[in-house]
């Protein structure tokens, strides 16, 4: 059975106590590799090995670590087919999807970010006959990397990519869940010349390999994307050491339909925007509401085009939705799925398992489910849910609809359909999100900072942004 390793110091090791988890393959089911289940020693000498590196990687101008990172983004591309497979196996999404949208936007983050250190300008500012300041942006050190299980690759390299560029050196967790791309990451970086100890990899549980990261008192950042909870913890032994901290966190993001929307998109957008990797993206929309002149025309398109989802194996052609990530997550959303019904809501489409045959029997499949009938403040519209469920709502007007929009404590995403375009630009104000779409979803240029407004997390990452987290700024003041 295949054995992922860490990759501390530029080396392939062994967990330290030994020992290892099983990897499941969810679309079937079954274990199908060994991850380490690294401990605190682990992490320390991946620490120790950042630390090591440091001096010389901060040393290097920009045109030398943007090419050490090119060569990363390059290899990636060259490997696109065989991570697509890997990440496809290990997580269940669709092989289109991997291919299609995950391994190229893990190309374009190391790429995005070896071009953009090219061009990053510090400032300067002139004190007239007093003298002249200027910023100088330096990097932090060591600085910890953890990310979740859902879009592995693509928000790994999101979080590595402008920390190495910046000239930090990184140990990073991927989440336990899916490990293999990250896996195949540390191969990369070793075929690609990536010195010793620049980036270091250590697998192994949040409770143990992550906590003993951030505990770590060498670690100056802390870039977290994951749940809520988990990000208050991490918020909560972070703020007392005086870490950086970066918290990309959990979403209920609202999908508002008004009747002028072009009517066709805003039902095929909104059937992606809900069930998207089996609706285990953060940015997923899970509450739709539609204004009510066209709710009943809206919930039978919307509903024909769902029920046409294909529920296959990730590997098939066909298949539009592919198996949930673990078995323990299908429980998690069934659970949803009961308690919706016991909040009153009529099921109008899905709710059930999906059984599949032969050697896919095993694995963890849903069917894409819609309720209606719910309230707007009830527990399946306040929780996030994280996979295929989604509940359609009425609403009469603009200022109805914010306040049902607005009233998680989560504040993501949102999307809005209309052809209005000062309705548009009012309600993007209005709405309590760190990103708004317009007649579309996902769409984003790298450039633009991202993340979330109250429980959905602080910080924001792309662009310069990410770069100035991952930099102190230091204020050379210069007095004639
Ligand atoms: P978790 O919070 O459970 O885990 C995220 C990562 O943190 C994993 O690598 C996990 O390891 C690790 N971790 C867990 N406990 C600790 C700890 N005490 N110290 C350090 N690290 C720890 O999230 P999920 O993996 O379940 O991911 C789903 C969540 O991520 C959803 O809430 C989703 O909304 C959110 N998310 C947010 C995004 C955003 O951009 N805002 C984007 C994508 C997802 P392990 O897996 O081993 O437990």
């Known amino acids: 059975m295949k054995k992922i390793l860490n990759f501390i110091g530029g080396e392939f090791v062994e ?18 590799s060994k991850i380490p289940r690294s401990g605190a020693p ?25 090419r050490h990172l090119m060569a990363i983004s390059k290899l990636i591309d ?10 496809s196996l290990d997580n269940g999404k669709p092989l289109k999807l991997a291919q299609s949208v995950d391994i190229p936007r893990a190309r374009d983050n190391f790429a995005f970010f070896a071009t953009a250190i090219l061009h990053e300008e510090d400032p300067f500012h002139n004190m007239g006959s007093k003298g002249f300041n200027y910023t100088l942006r330096q990097p932090l050190g060591t600085v910890a990397c953890i990310s979740p299980w859902n879009l592995p690759l693509y928000l790994f390299t999101w979080k590595i990519a402008p920390a190495l560029a910046a000239g930090n050196c990184v140990v990073a967790k991927p989440s336990e869940v899916t490990p293999m791309t990250a896996f195949l990451l540390s191969l990369i970086c070793h075929e690609a010349g990536l010195p010793k100890g620049v980036l270091n990899l250590v697998h192994g549980l ?36 005086f870490k950086k901290l970066s918290l990309e966190l959990g979403g209920k993001n609202p999908n508002i339909v008004f009747a002028d929307a072009d009517f066709d998109r805003a039902v095929k957008t909104s059937v992606r925007a809900s069930f998207a990797n089996q609706g285990q993206i953060c940015l997923c929309g899970s509450r739709i509401f539609v ?39 299908l429980e998690k959303v069934m659970g949803y799925i009961d308690l919706a019904q016991a909040e009153g809501g009529t099921l109008l489409t899905g709710g059930k398992q999906v059984q599949m045959q032969g050697e896919y029997a095993q694995g963890y499949y849903l069917e894409p489910t819609v309720f209606e009938n719910l309230s707007y403040n009830c527990r399946t519209n306040q929780e996030e849910i994280f996979g295929p469920v989604v509940t359609l709502t009425p609403f009469e007007t603009e200022e109805e609809v914010l306040k049902m929009a607005n009233s998680t404590e989560y504040g993501l995403a949102a999307t809005v359909f ?24 996902l769409v984003r240029d790298l450039r633009t ?5 109250k429980n959905s997390g602080v910080g924001r990452e792309g662009g310069f942004e990410a770069l100035h987290f991952f930099t102190e700024a230091k204020n050379v003041c210069f007095n004639f």
């Open 291 to 329: 204004q009510a002149a066209i709710y009943d025309k809206f919930k039978s398109a919307f509903l024909e085009r769902v029920k046409g989802l294909t529920v296959g194996p990730p590997q098939e052609e066909d298949s539009r939705m592919g198996a949930l990530v673990s078995k323990e997550h």
């Open 42 to 66: 682990d992490v320390e000498a991946a620490v120790a090995a950042a630390q090591q590196a440091f001096p010389a990687w901060s040393a290097l101008s920009a045109q030398e670590r943007s």
């Open 206 to 241: 949040g409770p143990e390999a992550g906590e003993a990261l951030i505990q770590n008192n060498t670690i100056k950042a802390i870039s977290f994307t994951g749940g809520t909870k988990t990000g208050a913890h991490i918020a909560s032994v972070a703020a007392p050491k």
């Open 418 to 441: 209309t052809q209005n375009l000062s309705r548009a630009h009012r309600v993007a104000q209005e709405l309590q999100s760190g990103i708004v779409w317009i007649n579309d979803w």
């Open 449 to 453: 900072p991202f993340g979330g407004a």
């Open 15 to 32: 967990p330290q106590n030994g020992t290892y988890l099983d990897n499941y393959d969810p679309s079937r089911g079954k274990v199908y």
């Open 78 to 87: 060259q490997k696109l087919p065989d991570l697509a497979k890997a990440e």
